[in-house]
Nanobody
């Protein structure tokens, strides 16, 4: 079964930290890009950070210096370490992969996880 499963969300006070994990099912391999997005109530989903298979990272300006994305290819897992959290970081966080293989086929259409809630209290 093809799936992405996020974990690590929760309630934290401003200034605190959380680490999100996203495990991608083993049937998906050769992943080019892995990323984290978030969607706050009433707002559009936005890119938080992404990382290529070569380790190149990209961050939204709002999280630079506070969040760190990393991946473990052996475990098919992507992480998002979130430090110095702010109330405006409150959102549902979604894992995303693009450019991957399943069986003998190569796909470019993105896959999404179900999301994990992050709530930062002031």
């Amino acid at each position: 079964q093809v799936q992405l499963v996020e974990s690590g969300g929760g309630l934290v006070q401003a200034g605190g930290s959380l680490r999100l994990s996203c495990v991608v099912s083993e049937s998906i391999y050769g992943i080019n890009r892995m990323g984290w997005y978030r969607q706050a109530p009433g707002k559009q989903r936005e890119l938080v950070a992404d990382i290529t298979s070569g380790g190149r990272t990209n961050y939204a300006d709002s999280v630079k210096g506070r969040f760190t994305i990393s991946r473990d290819n052996a475990k098919n897992t992507v992480y998002l370490q979130m430090n110095s959290l702010k109330p405006e970081d409150t959102a549902v966080y979604y894992c995303n992969v693009e450019g991957y293989s399943i069986g003998r086929a190569r796909y470019s259409s993105p896959l999404w996880g179900q999301g994990t809630q992050v709530t930062v209290s002031s």
